[in-house]
């Protein structure tokens, strides 16, 4: 990844999180790289941030879950010293997380009230707190999460997924198959470096298959 992709995931993910030992505030939520809600907690002893989730799980700066860092965990032990993590292979998540210090601790002061809520709408949750680019179709397309190829996703007002270039997976999928200049309906289109929009579906994730 990128040295811009990770600032702008640290500035998006630290945003008005409490400092450790501050007085327990939790932040305002916002949308982290796992495609979860989340709202920050605190920041833990090794200079982590630690956010809950809309279920009331505790969640790293990348939104990922205790479970599944540990298994990341296990899984980079099996490998060859030097060898690339699996996680970041198999492009399943930007999570770096080599510890889980601070997502064991309880929070008791954390209520179910103060959990945050699954937005009803991904555009209108993200107006204001992100980037804002205007695609070449003239329509307003807001920053969602850098995903785990390090494309920038937006989301168009209809909740499509969109490259920073206003072209959908389908457009960018043509693109990578032409040869030659682009004919019939990918015409008119920007062509672009982006190659995929692929996000991370987690069950209780923004772009998760299961959402209600």
Same mark, same amino acid.
């Given at each position: 990844?990128?040295?811009?992709?990770?600032?702008?995931?640290?500035?998006?993910?630290?945003?008005?999180? /409490?400092?450790?030992?501050a007085t327990p505030e939790l932040? @305002? /939520?916002?949308?982290?790289?796992?495609?979860?809600?989340? &709202?920050?907690?605190?920041?833990?002893?090794?200079?982590?941030?630690?956010?809950?989730?809309?279920?009331?799980?505790?969640?790293?700066?990348?939104?990922?879950?205790?479970?599944?860092i540990s298994g990341w965990i &296990?899984?980079? =032990?099996?490998? /060859?010293?030097?060898?690339?993590?699996? $996680?970041?292979?198999? %492009?399943?998540?930007? +999570?770096? +997380?080599?510890? *889980? $210090?601070?997502?064991?601790?309880?929070?008791?002061?954390?209520? @179910? =009230?103060?959990? @945050?809520?699954? /937005?009803?709408?991904?555009?209108?949750?993200?107006?204001?707190? =992100?980037?804002?680019?205007?695609?070449?179709?003239?329509?307003?397309?807001? %920053?969602?999460?850098?995903?785990?190829?390090?494309?920038? *996703? %937006?989301?168009?007002?209809?909740?499509?997924?969109? +490259?920073?270039?206003?072209?959908?997976?389908?457009?960018?999928?043509?693109? $990578?198959?032409?040869?030659?200049?682009?004919?019939? $309906?990918?015409?008119?289109?920007?062509?672009?470096?982006?190659?995929?929009?692929?996000?991370?579906?987690?069950?209780?994730?923004? %772009?998760?298959?299961?959402?209600?």
């Amino acid at each position: 990844m990128s040295d811009s992709h990770a600032s702008k995931l640290d500035n998006a993910t630290r945003l008005a999180c /409490p400092m450790e030992g501050a007085t327990p505030e939790l932040g @305002p /939520p916002v949308l982290l790289a796992s495609g979860r809600i989340g &709202r920050c907690v605190d920041v833990h002893a090794a200079d982590r941030s630690v956010y809950v989730g809309i279920k009331g799980q505790l969640m790293c700066a990348h939104g990922e879950k205790l479970k599944s860092i540990s298994g990341w965990i &296990r899984d980079d =032990t099996r490998l /060859p010293e030097g060898a690339p993590r699996a $996680r970041a292979t198999s %492009f399943t998540s930007v +999570c770096d +997380c080599d510890d *889980v $210090r601070g997502l064991y601790a309880k929070r008791p002061h954390i209520k @179910p =009230t103060d959990w @945050p809520k699954q /937005p009803s709408s991904l555009y209108d949750f993200l107006e204001n707190k =992100t980037e804002e680019v205007v695609g070449h179709d003239g329509y307003r397309l807001r %920053f969602a999460l850098v995903n785990p190829r390090g494309v920038d *996703v %937006f989301v168009n007002i209809n909740e499509k997924k969109r +490259c920073r270039h206003g072209n959908s997976a389908t457009i960018l999928e043509r693109h $990578r198959k032409r040869v030659g200049p682009p004919r019939g $309906r990918s015409k008119g289109y920007p062509v672009c470096g982006c190659h995929s929009l692929a996000t991370p579906q987690r069950q209780d994730g923004v %772009f998760s298959y299961n959402r209600k």
